[in-house]
């Protein structure tokens, strides 16, 4: 897999995360335990951090990347990922904060200063448009998304199920890796 410092800092992770071989991984991420980066994900940690919770699953063929600090915005837009998040395949996620026990739907795009609260579904193909963000606890959906309705109890139960199947998942990867 290429993990690949940039100014010499270099992706930090424990050996509980699994990482697949075609995923690429640069600069300043962190990656908590029990996550996992599926195929063909592209994260650069270049101009700015991305951290990313534990037990959280970014799945393939997503993008994950960053806006630099600049005049207008000191800081820039670092990605930062909570914890038991499902990034569903295709995504893309740029500069934006995403809470905890989050669906991103397939094919969705989160753009740079999106905040996305604890306990939201955002539905497949939807986008959340710069500095937009989405309250806890509803369904987010659209071009650009917009709020659809409040989650059921099972569908909240769901977010952190589906987090808790990955990790599953991740561990018998990382077992089949051992056994090779």
Known sequence: MPIKSFNNIHPSFDET???DDS????????????????????ARGDVN???????TNIQDG???HVSRPSAN????FPLLIGDDVTIGHK?????CTIGNRILVGMGAIVMDGAIVEDDVM???GSL????KTLKSGFLYVGNPATQKRKLHPHEITFLAQSAKNYVILKNTYLQNEQEC
Do not use: E, F
């Open 128 to 131: 959340i448009t710069p500095n």
């Open 17 to 19: 995360v699994y990482i």
């Open 122 to 124: 955002i539905g497949a």
């Open 73 to 76: 915005k000191p800081d820039g």
């Open 91 to 95: 995504c893309m996620l740029h500069g």
């Open 62 to 64: 997503s993008v994950l």
């Open 23 to 42: 995923a690429v991984m640069v600069g300043d991420i962190q990656i908590g335990t029990d996550s996992s980066i599926w195929p063909i994900v592209a």
């Open 49 to 55: 951090i991305i951290r990313i919770g534990k037990r």
